[in-house]
Nanobody, 118 residues
């Protein structure tokens, strides 16, 4: 599995960003994770092959997860961004982590894309 993220950048508080993850290979679940400086990596949102999704409470209501199967691309639309949303955002995939949002349960990772909210 190969994952390539894009779409990060700098934005003012209250702004929006949409992250993209171009995926290749075989997996049953894919999602977004983030890691703020000095903090552990945490799950943001994920989707399984049956379409079921889950969102972290910290961002629920401000994010939308979607995918374009024809382009093998996963998107994360983030609105009403806060300074505490700053961090490196990673796309990750796995064969077996369906229904889960724990970073340790995902085997395949992209390089990440930086999001800075000021």
């Amino acid at each position: 599995v190969q994952l390539v993220e894009s779409g990060g950048g700098s934005v003012q508080a209250g702004g929006s960003l949409t992250l993209s993850c171009k995926a290749s290979g075989y997996y049953n679940c894919i999602g977004w994770f983030r890691q703020a400086p000095g903090k552990e990596r945490e799950g943001v949102a994920s989707i399984d092959s049956d379409g079921s999704t889950r969102y972290a409470d910290s961002m629920k209501g401000r994010i939308t997860l979607s995918q374009d199967n024809a382009k093998n691309t996963l998107y994360l639309q983030m609105n009403s961004l806060k300074p505490e949303d700053t961090g490196m955002y990673y796309c990750a995939a796995d064969l077996w982590a369906m229904g889960r949002l724990g970073a340790s349960e995902y085997d395949y990772w992209g390089q990440g894309t930086q999001v800075t909210v000021s």
